[in-house]
């Protein structure tokens, strides 16, 4: 497809769509609670609907009542054995925070996904799951998906992480409030907490001290009233459209900003970025945010931050291409193994267009400013290089031609929409 282009800027006011990694954990929440949890602003997108449909397999009711969506909690005990092979789609949020979830269920299972995700590493999770007491095993050396779970029961561990990741420690996480005993996980880096925001939110216990997160087993959950705040990883492709396009002057609604998430604000920011938060609500960590045009700075991007902009490198390193100066990312090695390995994808596709960005194999290294021209480039069927290269054609005289868009519509089905209503 022919991507759009602006000549003034991005002006005007977006509610970006809800986060996708509360909205998966509010369905997982919710069905291994007791009673009711309605979930508003559920983030209607394939990622999340993978986790709805995985859910309704293992015999819990979800509905949709109005723009709400409804769970009725079965707890750990009620989960039912599914009738066919659970399918997580292109999700490897769902995937691994529901191996958590089966390993320690009294039935056997089987998950897989598409093309993509059984081409994602699985033994970062299966190996501390097996630890716990869990059968699990996948193909190839078991590294990849199918992977077949008999479910046992479980007992706690002590567990220090290799990689910095939310995943593997949702999945702990999850299979430590079954087990018998005090987990403890000592994490990298800091990642996403929104698994430790939760157990709070529906009644559980968990103390967490600096990297160190201590959960007692045997828990019993409530059903809860869930609003999940706007995606700053949706938000991120504005923050810096906005950033580089003189001109502009947006506002975003509600956008979260748990520490855990915001990276990118501090990134941005320090290149010289002119982004103002407002209307801070203190209950869901969101906050309005207000971006306008200013001339940025390569910056050193590397250690404790990279898991706070995980997802965000590819825009990123776009907005490093019109920076003065060169960008270095480092230590983001675990861009190789999302939904396609972004490194490639992103020096590979920007390049195209006339950037110099040079894979490295921790990050990347981009030189600006350079002008940025048309051509063809390709998502890689992947949500996030897809919109970062539909950014990308904002910023060149000649058009875009973008092959498999469609990958958008896993984090973002009204990203075009929402994007032609700012220019
Ligand atoms: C996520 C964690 C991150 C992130 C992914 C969502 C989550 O993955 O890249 O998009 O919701 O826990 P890792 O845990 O593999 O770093």
């Known amino acids: ?14 509610t970006v769509p809800a986060d996708k990694s509360i909205s998966h954990r509010s369905i997982m929440f919710g069905a291994i609670s007791h009673g009711k949890t309605t979930i508003h602003n559920f983030l209607r997108a394939e990622d999340c609907m993978s ?3 995985v ?36 999700s490897g949020t769902t995937m691994r925070l529901v191996l958590g979830i089966l390993a320690g269920q009294p039935f056997h299972s089987q998950i897989s996904g598409d093309a993509s995700l059984n081409r994602r590493p699985m033994e970062r999770v299966m190996g501390p799951l097996r630890s716990m007491g869990g059968e699990l095993q996948g193909q190839e050396g078991s590294e990849f998906p199918p992977i077949d779970i008999q479910g046992k029961k479980l007992s706690s561990i002590t567990y220090e992480m290799p990689i910095a990741s939310a995943q593997v420690k949702s999945a702990i996480l999850f299979a430590a409030l079954q087990a018998t005993g005090t987990t403890k996980i000592i994490e990298k880096e800091k990642s996403r907490n929104h698994t430790e925001e939760m157990i709070k939110q529906f009644g559980g216990t968990i103390s967490v001290n600096d990297k160190t997160i201590t959960v007692p087993g045997g828990q019993q959950l409530t059903g809860q009233e869930v609003t999940v705040p706007g995606d700053i990883s949706s938000a991120a492709f504005y923050l810096v459209a906005a950033s580089l396009i003189a001109g502009s002057d947006l506002h975003l609604k509600h956008v979260g900003v748990n520490p855990t998430r915001t990276g990118i604000l501090d990134v941005l920011k320090e290149m010289g970025a002119d982004i103002v938060e407002t209307a801070i609500d203190q209950k869901n960590q969101a906050a309005d945010l207000a971006i306008k045009a200013a001339p940025l700075k390569g910056v050193a991007i590397g250690g404790e931050i990279i898991p706070r ?55 990347l290294i981009i030189h600006g400013p350079t002008k940025l021209h048309g051509g063809v480039v390709d998502s890689h069927g992947d949500h996030r290089i897809g919109m970062m290269l539909q950014i990308t054609a904002l910023l060149t005289e000649e058009t875009v031609e973008l092959t498999n868009p469609e990958a958008i519509n896993i984090s973002y089905p009204n990203f075009f929409t929402d994007l032609a209503s700012l220019i």
């Open 55 to 90: 859910f309704k397999e293992l015999g819990v009711k979800i509905k949709e009542v109005g723009q709400d969506i409804h769970v009725e909690g079965v707890g750990f005990q009620q989960l039912k054995a599914p009738n066919k092979n659970l399918d997580a789609g292109n």
């Open 51 to 53: 986790t709805v449909a």
């Open 1 to 14: 497809m022919k991507l759009l282009k602006t000549k003034a800027g991005l002006k005007g006011t977006l």
């Open 309 to 363: 902009l995980i997802d965000e490198l590819p825009i990123i390193a776009l907005a490093a291409t019109q920076a003065q100066g060169t960008t270095v990312i480092r230590d983001a090695q675990e861009l190789k193994v999302k939904e396609t390995n972004r490194i490639d994808a992103t020096a590979q596709e920007l390049n195209k267009l006339g950037a110099n960005v040079e894979p490295t194999e921790d990050g």
